[in-house]
């Protein structure tokens, strides 16, 4: 009895402090987050449109497999990127899911230019919920190789580590959910320096439809650091959610 009172004083201790990482590396990263947009000038200003599904297929209560198409439009209406993904995610506790993911894509550039890419991730989720408050942290490690079809053919290696933030309000007596999202990303890639290379703050709205299905609509400012091209992305986004429901349990007969 002794033994479960203490592991259960750990327990609460161990959340509380938990809680209060969070909220502290959640009050550093918006505050920087929030400089950096404002004060960094950008010689270049882009526009996108971002659309996309996403199906979760849940094999377990602990196990998951999610696909996404996602489709990338510039302010030209031209397509800037194409995307299919899949990311499996395993939940070892409440509040910590390892995840692994592969994304496929192709993405253009100049008229006649366009690259495929291929990339590998592997991470951490953790999430707490305070009142009606949730907020939600992801690293993630990614390793991508890029193919060029331009006047040759080459293939260039890329490394990247990223964290994001995120915070979601539950609204009382409403469906609306929203939520507000910071992400910072730093480059690994061999022979480069290794330093900040993009900076995200996105803010939007989910609207559940029922218990499996929502929709996702967001505004994103995203700014290239430590570039002599800078470069700031404003992206409005639309994408559609969908759970297939958590198989039960097989009953075992006992003879």
Do not use: C
């Not at 996602?70 to 993904?85: A, G, H, N």
């Not at 890329?158 to 609204?171: A, L, Q, S, V, W």
């Not at 570039?227 to 297939?244: A, D, E, M, Q």
């Amino acid at each position: 009895m002794a033994n479960k009172t203490k592991l259960l004083r750990r327990k609460k201790l161990f959340l509380k402090n938990f809680k209060l990482m969070n909220r502290n590396k959640l009050a550093l990263l918006f505050a920087s987050t929030f400089l950096l947009i404002v004060t960094h000038a950008s010689s270049q200003v882009a526009r996108t449109l971002w659309s996309g599904a996403e199906l979760q297929i849940p094999y377990s209560k602990a196990f998951s497999v999610t696909f996404s198409p996602e489709l990338r439009l510039t302010d030209k209406k031209r397509i800037d990127d194409f995307i299919l993904e899949a990311e499996a995610q395993l939940r070892i506790h409440k509040i910590l899911r390892p995840t692994i993911s592969y994304r496929y894509y192709r993405f253009y550039d100049d008229p006649g230019e366009y690259f495929n890419g291929q990339r590998l991730g592997a991470g951490i989720n953790s999430s707490v919920e305070l009142g009606r408050l949730k907020m939600t942290n992801r690293l993630f490690y990614f390793h991508r190789l890029i193919t060029r079809y331009a006047y040759g053919y080459s293939i260039e290696t890329r490394r990247e580590f990223r964290e994001g933030i995120k915070i979601t309000y539950n609204i009382r007596r409403t469906k609306l959910k929203p939520f507000v999202q910071a992400e910072i990303y730093y480059d690994l890639s061999p022979n480069r320096n290794y330093e900040f290379s993009k900076i995200r703050v996105r803010t939007g709205l989910e609207y559940p439809l029922n218990k499996r299905s929502s929709i996702v609509l967001f505004f994103q400012i995203q700014d290239k650091l430590n570039t002599s091209n800078p470069l700031r992305t404003y992206t409005v986004g639309i994408f559609y959610n969908y759970k297939l429901p958590t198989p039960k349990p097989k009953s075992v007969d006992i003879e």
